[in-house]
């Protein structure tokens, strides 16, 4: 099956600008993630859709991040205006939990990023 | 804000040698995952641990979790030049009723592994 696409791979912007990534999950994948990954950090989770809908979006800084899923597939995260300490690597994954024996397991796919520099 | 604290942050060891990296978390859990990252590239699925587990195996990886010490470690055996990763360790708390941290990972520091041929 086809993983987690992306787009775009790179992005170079100016402080103050907009930026937008998007993501297409795997296919029949309800749950989506975006992750944010500074340099040497592990990555902080800013929103969690189900289906077409926000599960948790506490750690999104909601005057300038914003995201969407419409139709309950592809996804875009923008941010308006950026700051210099929005550089990161934007993470898109899926999931499709299932449960039995003890528990739900929620396995997360990956997609390759999105490297942003804000200048 | 990050559950996992991961040790060593980097390990730097000869094509052969085991490694191991252990994880500590603060809140109860319903599983365990480790996944591995290259360099410039997303993060990969390695291998689950359940809460009611001691001890898991996936070819030349060997999980252990004890959750009386809220801790995990991941062994690598023969370890090969194409393991040099960041491994991260992510809990999945135990779900609430209702609750919005099901499915919710949180992900430690990671420790960055250099494999040296």
């Known amino acids: 099956e086809a993983g987690v696409a992306q787009s775009p791979r790179y992005k170079i912007i100016e402080k103050r600008q907009s930026v937008a990534f998007w993501c297409n999950p795997i296919?029949?994948?309800?749950?989506l993630y975006w992750y944010q990954q500074i340099l040497g950090q592990g990555p902080k989770l800013l929103i969690q859709?189900?289906?077409?809908?926000?599960?948790?979006d506490s750690q999104l800084p909601k005057d300038r991040f914003s995201a969407e899923r419409l139709k309950g597939v592809d996804s875009t995260l923008k941010i308006q205006p950026a700051k210099l300490e929005d550089s990161a690597v934007y993470l898109c994954?899926?999931?499709?939990?299932?449960?039995?024996?003890?528990?739900?397991?929620?396995?997360?796919?990956f997609g390759a990023g999105t490297r942003l520099s804000v200048l | 804000s990050q559950q996992g604290e991961e040790d060593p942050q980097a390990l730097s060891i000869q094509e052969g040698e085991n490694a191991t990296m252990n994880c500590s978390y603060k809140?109860?859990?319903?599983?365990l995952q480790w996944y591995r990252q290259n360099s410039g590239r997303g993060l990969v699925h390695l291998i689950l641990?359940?809460?009611?587990?001691r001890e898991k195996h996936s070819g030349r990886l060997r999980v252990t979790l004890d959750t009386s010490k809220k801790s995990s470690s991941l062994l690598i055996t023969a370890s090969r030049a194409a393991d040099t990763a960041s491994y991260f360790c992510?809990?999945?708390?135990?779900?609430?009723?209702?609750?919005?941290?099901?499915?919710?990972?949180?992900f430690g520091q990671g420790t960055i592994l250099t494999v040296h041929p």
């Open positions: 641990i359940r809460s009611n587990e």
């Open positions: 809140t109860s859990i319903n599983n």
């Open positions: 992510a809990t999945d708390p135990s779900s609430n009723a209702g609750g919005t941290s099901y499915g919710k990972l949180t």
């Open positions: 994954a899926s999931s499709r939990p299932t449960s039995g024996g003890l528990g739900t397991k929620n396995i997360q796919y």
């Open positions: 296919s029949g994948h309800a749950t």
């Open positions: 859709f189900q289906n077409n809908g926000v599960v948790d």
